[in-house]
């Protein structure tokens, strides 16, 4: 399978602990996103990625997120001391150098903070 | 802020029945995306349009971009149970860069 793996599937913390999702884009693509979805609505963009540069940041994005691309290949999104309202899918996308900037999704990582 | 207005929210329908989704804004978007999301999963893209007046067909569904580009619909013929899902559009507008805005949701139920 050669699409978008995001890993943890699921994750259940407590309120205030750290968390660390990893997205593995399509291994051609230069380009990677973050966006949230919470139930009934569309997925909001969190931040966008070209190669390394983290070039885009949503106001939805806080201090206490933060997102890395080191060698232009996976990401990682962290949210430190977690709140319930951080409670979503957090969905990555990537997508390849051409018009129409066509994104392709991973499943998502499911996170409930109690 | 662009927005993305997608009605109906929710359609139930039976079986053989055809159906139309509207995506509209007020913004012009460089291209459009429609994708269908299944409970739990990432959204699986159907389709891009990226020229106004543009029509794409992809068996049983057909996706127009209007000719301005600030609009799309997406058509269902003969819907299917298999057809069931969240269809989401998603465009690209011109002044936001690689951000995609995405419309709420259309809950398509068909029923058997």
């Known amino acids: 399978d050669t699409g978008v793996s995001q890993d943890p599937r699921h994750k259940i913390t407590k309120r205030g602990q750290n968390v660390t999702f990893r997205c593995d884009p399509i291994?051609?693509?230069?380009?990677l996103y973050w966006y949230r979805q919470t139930l009934g609505q569309g997925p909001e963009f969190l931040t966008y990625f070209q190669n390394e540069a983290q070039l885009e940041k949503s106001r939805l994005l806080s201090d206490r997120f933060s997102a890395e691309r080191p060698k232009g290949s996976f990401s990682t999104l962290e949210i430190q001391r977690t709140e319930q309202g951080d409670s979503a899918m957090y969905l990555c996308?990537?997508?390849?150098?051409?018009?129409?900037?066509?994104?392709?999704f991973g499943p998502g990582t499911r996170l409930t903070v109690l | 802020t662009q927005l993305l207005e997608q009605s109906p929210q929710f359609l139930s329908i039976q079986e053989g029945e055809n159906l139309t989704v509207y995506c509209n804004s007020s913004?012009?978007?460089?291209?459009l995306q429609w994708y269908r999301q299944e409970p739990g999963e990432g959204p699986v893209l159907l389709v891009t349009?990226?020229?106004?007046?543009e029509v794409k067909k992809l068996k049983r569904l057909t996706f127009q971009f209007g000719d301005a580009r600030k609009d799309s619909s997406l058509h269902i013929t003969a819907a299917q149970p298999g057809d069931t899902g969240l269809y989401l559009c998603?465009?690209?507008?011109?002044?936001?860069?690689?951000?995609?805005?995405f419309g709420e949701g259309t809950q398509l139920t068909v029923n058997p």
């Open positions: 291994s051609e693509h230069n380009r």
């Open positions: 998603a465009g690209a507008a011109e002044t936001s860069g690689s951000r995609l805005t």
């Open positions: 349009v990226v020229t106004g007046g």
């Open positions: 996308a990537s997508s390849p150098w051409t018009p129409g900037n066509t994104q392709y």
């Open positions: 913004s012009v978007f460089s291209s």
